[in-house]
Nanobody, 129 residues
């Protein structure tokens, strides 16, 4: 089981930027889809971005394309979500998630939360207009 701890959430003005971090430990064979989800107040949790740890292939949701970037450090111990041009609708609790996958996998941001087995506790992002 992968352990995940998010940080970096904050309150910002619209148009601002934030970088979220997710410290990961407990990897086994190293092939994982890592993802960021968010849950706006009163809404369902939705996938925002995903990354395949072996190839660093990434995929982001259409709602954040061009504004959010997912990445991982060389040691594969920290996952990042760089968020630029933030909008009030980006407000929500942001979660890091992980799931073990096979070789030659492709990680999609739109994969449902039920597919992920490991979750962090979340970090709050609030964007004011």
């Amino acid at each position: 089981q992968v352990q995940l701890v998010e940080s970096g959430g904050d309150s910002v003005q619209a148009g601002g930027s934030l970088r979220l971090s997710c410290a990961a430990s407990g990897y086994t064979n190293g092939r994982y889809c890592m993802a960021w989800f968010r849950q706006p107040p009163g809404k369902e949790r939705e996938g925002v971005a995903a990354l395949y740890t072996t190839t660093r292939q990434t995929n982001v949701a259409d709602s954040v394309k061009g504004r959010f970037t997912i990445s991982q450090d060389n040691a594969k111990s920290t996952l990042y979500l760089q968020m630029n041009s933030l909008k009030p609708e980006d407000t929500g609790m942001y979660y890091c998630a992980a799931r073990a996958v096979g070789p030659f996998s492709y990680c999609y941001a739109g994969v449902g939360r039920n597919e992920y087995s490991s979750w962090g506790q979340g970090t709050q992002v609030t964007v004011s207009s």
